[in-house]
């Protein structure tokens, strides 16, 4: 027959079940409860999320807009600025290239000034003297000088300015570059999207990178940027302008002084030939006087010989007289006669004698002045030939260098253009 076996163990009540029926029923909605707070929690916390990244990302995108738009304006204004900057460069190269040329073109009237110096130290005997034409040929001589010291101190300040202008451009490009780079950098970020293929996540994104600036910072790097290129292109105009004005400058004063040393070259040149056609004109009647002071000395001489004949006549009728006899040796009227015509005679003799020695001395003294006014005259031909020769070189100065012909045997030209009636009238007395 069969046993009933009992398991042993402890027995809870009825309440017990009850209760743990009742609790198990309040901890579940409790746990709902809390479970709908939750998820009403996350769902308001999900639309708060969406909501804070989408209008984030969309306020970083118009800061991103915003901030291209900024960089894009500095950018423009960098360009414009690169742009004047360069403009400034090339005139102020173009302005220095012409003051270059105007320094090489004073080396022309430097050896011209030079080569009439030299030219006129050949001058001989009285004609080399310290005259207005080489004064001025001497001021002319510091007057170049001068330019070339003004000209090449504006090179000088050119070139400074053109490596003042090339480092600001330098730092101008250097700055244009870096926006060209940033607007890239910030467009390229207002590209992407949360769908973009290239985006991840990084290492520490939000670390400050070494030698970051502040937007204050950013702009005043940038204006001092602008405002120096525009300052240094201002300081450039302004060299420009006193440039060209030291080139007219120069040439005005250079023009004055070549038309005061050609007056002065045309004026001596006067002089000389008034004093050549005067040693001419003196020439030609020295030597009719002296022709003609010649042609008495022989009729004196002529004359001298003739009172031989009388003068022997008388001291025969004299000496013959003497041989008389006796009482008939008388000094009668024909022996006074006699005696004061050998007397007479030989005064005149005396005095032929003298006024031949008086004619024969002022004879050798218009001869040594002839010499003298030959000598003269070729003096003043060499002078006259030398300045001929320096206003025929001068004349590189206002013809261009491919037309300029050297006049060949200018003065000659000119001495038997005014001096031909002179020696017209030398061959007729020759």
Known sequence: MATLSMKPGSRFSVPDWHTNSALISTNAERQRSASHQIRQEARSLRNETNNQTKWDEHDNSTRLVDRIDEVEKWKQVLDKCLAEVDAEIDALTSMKDEAEQALQAKNVPSDVAIECLTLRES???????????????????????????????????AFEQ????????????WDQRDKTETIDIDQTCLSL?????????????TRVPHGTTTPQEWEQFSRYNKERAEAEVRASAQLREAIAITIAQTNNELEAQRQAVEFAFRKR???????????????????EEIEELEEDIRRLECDLREKSGPLKLAHTRLE?????PNVDLCRDQVQYGLTNEVHQLEGTIAALKQKIAQSQDALDALYKH?????????????SLNLDNKCVDSRRKL????????????SFNRTINRQLSPLKSQQLELA
């Not at 009285?126 to 090179?155: C, F, N, S, T």
């Not at 053109?162 to 490009?173: F, K, S, V």
């Not at 973009?196 to 994104?205: A, H, R």
């Not at 008034?274 to 009647?285: D, F, I, M, P």
Request: glycine share 0%.
């Open 123 to 157: 001058r001989r005997s009285i004609d080399l003297v310290k005259d207005p034409v080489e004064e001025e040929l001497h001021k002319e001589v510091e007057v170049i000088e001068g330019v070339r010291k003004a000209l090449q101190q504006k090179i000088s300040e």
């Open 162 to 173: 053109i490596c003042l202008l090339q480092e600001t451009r330098q730092q101008l490009a």
């Open 193 to 205: 999207t949360k769908h973009s293929p290239n985006i991840s996540l990084k290492v520490d994104p």
């Open 320 to 324: 013959t007289r003497t041989y008389r």
């Open 269 to 287: 040149i006067h002089e000389f030939e008034r004093a050549h056609n005067e040693l001419k004109w003196q020439e030609k009647n020295t030597k």
């Open 398 to 409: 206002t013809l261009p260098m491919e037309k300029y012909v050297p006049s060949m045997d």
């Open 370 to 382: 002839l010499a003298r006014i030959e000598a003269d005259i070729k003096c003043k031909e060499n």
